[in-house]
């Protein structure tokens, strides 16, 4: 069961502005570069990583995602279709990882992190979140990734933290239905 319908999802957010933590992760950069990002949706993010100065490539598994990035410029962008489990990573300035993560399977969420971990170069960036078990979509029939504290900070050893913070509380989804949020947000550096 999808938690909602992937076009209303990229109708409801191709033209919001880029998510705060991206901007400010760009702005701890200080450079431009290569960015992944993981789970590009609509775009919006893509756009202002492109904008920023950065090649990027934008991965998705929804091939309507990635043709709603085909006005881009495609001499500094790379669409890739894949899901996340099959993606195959380079090496990264900045990942961009925005509520994706928590849609890999949890069998398979070990594997990829450690891949996405990997992607990252000496003094890299990732930004994104993990879901938390009190989160509304954690129902037992669902496949995807759900995290207490403890297990969230432990995936995110051997990075330093600049921002971790904890959100546990209702509000809309991108589409506008009631949700119980249980979010990690993390903005972490590669030493």
């Not at 701890?28 to 290569?34: F, I, P, Q, S, V």
């Not at 609509?42 to 598994?61: E, I, N, P």
């Not at 900045?94 to 994706?100: R, T």
Request: net charge negative; with cysteine.
């Amino acid at each position: 069961m999808q938690p909602f319908a992937w076009n209303d999802f990229y109708t409801s957010t191709k033209n919001r502005p880029p998510w705060p933590r991206l901007v400010r992760a760009v702005e701890l950069l200080k450079c431009g570069g290569e960015a992944l990002d993981l789970g590009c949706g609509a775009g919006r993010d893509t756009r202002y990583l492109l904008a920023s100065g950065f090649r990027v490539t934008a991965v998705d598994q929804e091939s309507v995602s990635l043709e709603l990035l085909a006005d881009l410029p495609p001499d500094r962008l790379h669409r890739v279709q894949s899901p996340f489990e099959d993606f195959q990573f380079g090496y990264y300035d900045l990942i961009n990882a925005h509520f994706a993560l928590p849609f890999i399977g949890r069998e398979q969420f070990p594997l990829v992190f450690a891949r996405l971990k990997d992607a990252l170069k000496p003094g890299a960036i990732f930004v994104g979140q993990f879901f938390g078990r009190n989160d509304s979509w954690n129902t037992p029939e669902t496949h995807m990734t759900f995290f207490t504290r403890q297990q969230a900070l432990v995936y995110l050893d051997g990075l330093e933290l600049l921002e971790f913070e904890e959100e546990d509380q209702d509000g809309p989804t991108a589409v506008g239905k009631p949700k119980h949020w249980h979010v990690y947000h993390i903005i972490a550096r590669k030493a």
